[in-house]
């Protein structure tokens, strides 16, 4: 196992390694039985050695970034990978700068793809 970050509170600690395969795992140090709440409770951890070590159900693939406070324990999640979708209805599959405007006297918008301005 290789620590590769660590965050630290008062009492606490949330450590981000690399096993042995490559794959990141979190675990969570803490001083009292406690204070396992401010890491995140028992339901997300798994014990490793008393309350002192205990593993971060968390997929540590989609941990973007952590930190550890006072009496919390903050980690952001990265989004599953959103493809975009063009502005344009009836042209969704559209891909750059699309214009778009109002017919005068109108509720109707019109939108022009970057291909159709340039022609």
């Not at 006072?70 to 599959?93: G, R, T």
Request: with cysteine; hydrophobic share 30%; net charge negative.
């Amino acid at each position: 196992m290789k620590v590769l970050d660590v965050s630290s509170g008062d009492c606490n600690a949330i450590v981000k390694t690399e096993d042995k395969d490559g794959k990141i795992v979190y675990y969570g140090l803490s001083m009292t039985e406690e204070s396992l709440t401010y890491i995140g409770g028992s339901s997300s951890l798994k014990s490793e050695y008393k309350h002192f070590i205990s593993r971060l159900s968390v997929d540590g693939s989609k941990v973007e970034d952590f930190a550890m406070g006072k009496k919390c324990s903050y980690i952001l999640m990265a989004a599953d990978k959103q493809v975009p979708k063009s502005i344009d209805p009836d042209n969704p599959e559209a891909k750059g700068l699309i214009h778009f405007y109002r017919e005068l006297n109108s509720k109707n918008w019109k939108f022009v793809t970057q291909e159709q301005y340039e022609a």
